[in-house]
């Protein structure tokens, strides 16, 4: 396993979820909700900047590797699933929302690992959708998060706003990674039998 500073920042936001979590289980006369809420938004916008700086470093540094392109979307999809949970758990997101991201999320998942044991990764390579809907979600999921009021706007506004625009574009993501992969699954649906 290489060990590098972008690989460190990946690993830093995996062991920042159990912080996440634990904010939200911490008694509220030791931390008040609002306080609570700001440093989980805090925290996940952190994540968030170290998502994108990790794979700027490494494409700059040259230091990419194959566990680091398994290990990030890994760390990004933790994240993001452990907020969404939070958030249903404090009623802030709804199940259908949340079910259709965390579902499609493990089902492109899924389908990019097939992918690439048969040889066709291309096929399912990030498209702007997903770069669309993850942005959607990285804003959302802090607003949410935050659940207050930031220079005179609602977050919680601006939140179930983007969240169901991260929704919509999760299905129109999803539709097309399953499109660009269908005549592969087909032809390979075809040789099993």
Not at 148 to 156: K, R, Y
Request: glycine share 6%.
């Amino acid at each position: 396993m290489p060990l590098n500073f972008p690989i460190v920042l990946t690993w830093l936001r995996i062991a920042m979820i159990p912080l996440l979590v634990a904010l939200f289980y911490v008694p509220h006369d030791w931390l008040p909700p609002t306080s609570r809420d700001t440093i989980a938004a805090l925290a996940f916008i952190f994540a968030a900047l170290t998502d994108w700086f990790d794979g700027w470093l490494a494409r700059r540094w040259n230091q990419t590797s194959s566990f680091g392109a398994f290990l990030d979307p890994v760390a990004d999809k933790l994240m993001v699933c452990t907020a969404l949970l939070i958030l249903l758990d404090l009623n802030r997101v709804d199940a259908v929302i949340a079910l259709i991201i965390i579902g499609r999320e493990i089902t492109i998942s899924a389908l990019r690992e097939w992918m690439a044991k048969i040889g066709a990764s291309g096929s399912v390579a990030v498209h702007w959708l997903g770069k669309f809907k993850t942005g959607a979600q990285m804003v959302a999921i802090p607003c949410l998060l935050y659940w207050q009021e930031l220079f005179g706007v609602s977050s919680v506004w601006v939140g179930h706003v983007l969240i169901v625009v991260a929704a919509i574009l999760t299905i129109w993501s999803m539709c097309y990674y399953l499109r660009r992969a269908w005549p592969q699954i087909r032809d390979r649906a075809g040789r099993d039998v």
